[in-house]
T-cell receptor
Framework: AQTVTQSQPEMSVQEAETVTLSCTYD???????LFWYKQPPSRQMILVIR??????QNATENRFSVNFQKAAKSFSLKISDSQLGDTAMYFC??????????????FGKGTKLTVNP | EPEVTQTPSHQVTQMGQEVILRCVPI?????FYWYRQILGQKVEFLVS????????KSEIFDDQFSVERPDGSNFTLKIRSTKLEDSAMYFC???????????FGPGTRLTVL
């Protein structure tokens, strides 16, 4: 079974600074997807960024980027130029490569990020 | 932009009562999911649904739970006899199939008294 570990329950950062959230996972699969979801106080889960394990290049979405280290099974999220609206719970998630169907997401426990003015 | 919707946003019920949580997935999506999040804990998979049948279910999804897609648009989660420990946020998600992003609804907060 796959597991996802987020070792930082809470983090804080000053507005405009950069912060990195950690995530490690355990799997015997070779092909899979990794995701970061954001859950603001409104509670809706919003996809921030995703990474395909077969891609060596790290995914980037505007101010959000990942550092994907497949051998180390590490998938950290870097938020640059932090904004007050980035305040949220961030979940790292793993999904096996679908085989003719779809697969469930396996989530970590989350990191609560607070951006301070 | 299409979105997943869920009703009600908050449901309060007495222990032992039946509840039905409703979701309207994105219209052309083919795969549907329920997850739950007990307050302060991680999001957990409950069940996935495709082609009018359950694809996979977790250990949490016992005989008290059921899902159905009664009319081709709604996707419901029924809890037959609620327990205190069923109090949680329940999220519905849907997936088109060809692009592996699950779109989540805003959630239903279930409070069992």
């Amino acid at each position: 079974a796959q597991t996802v570990t987020q070792s930082q329950p809470e983090m804080s950062v000053q507005e405009a600074e950069t912060v990195t959230l950690s995530c490690t996972y355990d799997t015997s699969e070779n092909n899979y997807y990794l995701f970061w979801y954001k859950q603001p106080p409104s509670r809706q889960m919003i996809l921030v960024i995703r990474q395909e394990a077969y891609k060596q290049q790290n995914a980037t979405e505007n101010r959000f980027s990942v550092n994907f280290q497949k051998a180390a099974k590490s998938f950290s999220l870097k938020i640059s130029d932090s904004q007050l609206g980035d305040t949220a719970m961030y979940f790292c998630a793993f999904m096996k490569l679908p085989q003719g169907g779809s697969e469930k997401l396996v989530f970590g426990k989350g990191t609560k990020l607070t951006v301070n003015p | 932009e299409p979105e997943v919707t869920q009703t009600p946003s908050h449901q309060v019920t007495q222990m032992g009562q039946e509840v039905i949580l409703r979701c309207v997935p994105i219209s052309n999506h083919l795969y549907f999911y329920w997850y739950r999040q007990i307050l302060g804990q991680k999001v957990e998979f409950l069940v996935s649904f495709y082609n009018n049948e359950i694809s996979e279910k977790s250990e949490i999804f016992d005989d008290q739970f059921s899902v159905e897609r009664p009319d081709g648009s709604n996707f419901t989660l029924k809890i037959r006899s609620t327990k205190l420990e069923d109090s949680a946020m329940y999220f519905c998600a849907s997936l088109l199939g060809s692009y592996n992003e699950q779109f989540f609804g805003p959630g239903t907060r279930l409070t069992v008294l």
